[in-house]
């Protein structure tokens, strides 16, 4: 294996449970001709302190495997951190859920590497190419112990462009069973989604917030409710549920619109989802609440789940801005509840509430916080950068 030497300071917190170490932090040279997957560090004392992946196409070059011993990393040790994993998502299934997160990365053991299930289809999503001389054995291994009839791989956008046209993985292969271009079908606390595993965001659905889902399906009976950036409208099946009065969604992807349509017609009738009840924005956010705003719309609910807007730190002042000025737009739109969430790691929660009631102040609204809430169950976050989900409800008077 390579071994590598960092500062004392980085060996504290690599001890305490910091996973990563980048290139810069390195201070012993490295042949970028080296193909080991694995790397080594050891403290000043020389004794052991980590194993772990080695990435040198990224400046994120490795990442925690085992801390305090050395172990062999072979299927024994895999199994052992899925058999953990599993364990932590054992009661989902009894909720109706049968679309959860397995495997959350670096928090459940594996960095880097992402396990996603939806009914019988698993999908595996890889953040570093040093997971590919694993990817057979992990696998066969997710495949035998999970009962997963399916399992296909995708792969982060940095992973996708290093490869060549010979490489043996591509993003969207499916590695074993048969996935139909439709898409999967699954449950989430008893309603109906489809995951598109092999094309869309992330892992085909954004599993993350289902317990905002679920928290809003409690508020919303007899409201109206605007759900901006929609996606594949999982917010709006959720509103429907619990009794709404009217939903209208906003979303600059067509695509994404056609995904909510389907999913509002796998959990109910054409006569509930009537054009008087169900209606669709095609559009740039901003310039639709605009356009909303100067026609005089108003919503008693307002849902605001952007994508990413800081996906870089040096991103994080427009984010911020962004953040405001979203929340100003959602604030002048309603004299009721306003849920904003932000997926920036890059952005803190302090800095992301602060953006949003900054927003709110200067849409001349006044407001009273109604809660905070995070990443749901199986997205765990054992170290501060895992924190990237942050949520709040506001209550915005006149």
């Known amino acids: 294996m390579i071994k590598i030497e960092i500062s004392k300071t980085l060996q504290g917190k690599i001890r305490k449970g910091h996973p990563w170490i980048f290139k810069y932090q390195i201070l012993n040279p490295i042949s970028d001709a080296n ?7 050891y403290d000043h004392k020389n004794q052991f302190l980590a194993v772990g992946l080695w990435d040198p196409s990224s400046d994120l070059c490795f990442r925690v495997l085992n801390l305090g011993k050395p172990v062999k990393i072979n299927e024994s040790f895999f199994r052992e951190r899925l058999q953990s ?68 791989l995708r792969l982060a956008r940095n992973v996708s462009n290093a ?35 092999i094309a869309g965001q992330k892992t085909g659905f954004f599993l993350d917030q289902r317990d905002n889902r679920s928290k809003i399906k409690t ?39 056609k995904a909510s349509l389907q999913n509002m017609k796998l959990n109910f009738s054409g006569k509930e ?47 911020l801005e962004a953040y405001a000025s979203l929340a100003k737009a959602g604030a002048m739109l309603t004299s009721g509840v306003l849920f904003a969430a932000s ?39 054992k170290f501060p950068e895992a924190n990237y989900l942050k949520s709040v409800y506001v209550r915005v008077g006149p």
């Open 273 to 319: 989802i009537s054009s008087e009840r169900f209606m669709q924005y095609e559009g740039d956010a901003f310039q639709v609440l605009a356009r909303l705003k100067k026609e005089k719309h108003s919503f008693d609910m307002v849902i605001l789940d952007p994508p990413a807007f800081a996906r870089k730190k040096k991103h994080k002042p427009l984010a």
């Open 163 to 197: 490869l060549n046209s010979s490489a043996t993985y591509r993003d969207g292969q499916v590695l074993y069973g048969n996935v139909s271009a439709g898409g999967v079908q699954f449950k989430e606390n008893g309603l109906n989604f489809m995951a598109d595993v």
């Open 35 to 41: 193909e080991e997957k694995l790397a080594v560090v």
């Open 343 to 381: 997926c920036s790691a890059h952005v803190s929660e302090d800095e992301f509430y602060n953006a949003v009631y900054s927003g709110i102040r200067s849409a001349g609204k006044k407001y009273e916080e109604i809660a905070r809430t995070g990443h749901a169950k199986d997205h765990p976050a």
């Open 85 to 152: 994993a599993k364990i932590n998502r054992q009661d989902l299934e009894s909720q109706s859920t049968t679309g959860y997160r397995i495997i959350s990365g670096e928090n459940d053991g594996f960095p880097g590497l992402v396990l996603d299930r939806y009914e019988d289809t698993l999908v595996i999503k890889l953040y570093t190419q040093s997971w590919f001389p694993f990817l057979d054995e992990l696998s066969d291994l997710f495949h035998k112990e999970l009962n997963g009839h399916n399992v296909v």
């Open 219 to 257: 508020m919303v009976k007899g409201k109206t409710v605007l759900n901006v950036f929609s996606y594949s409208g999982a917010f709006s099946v959720y509103a429907f549920a619990g009794g709404c009065k009217a939903v209208q969604e906003v979303d600059l992807n067509p695509l994404a619109l």
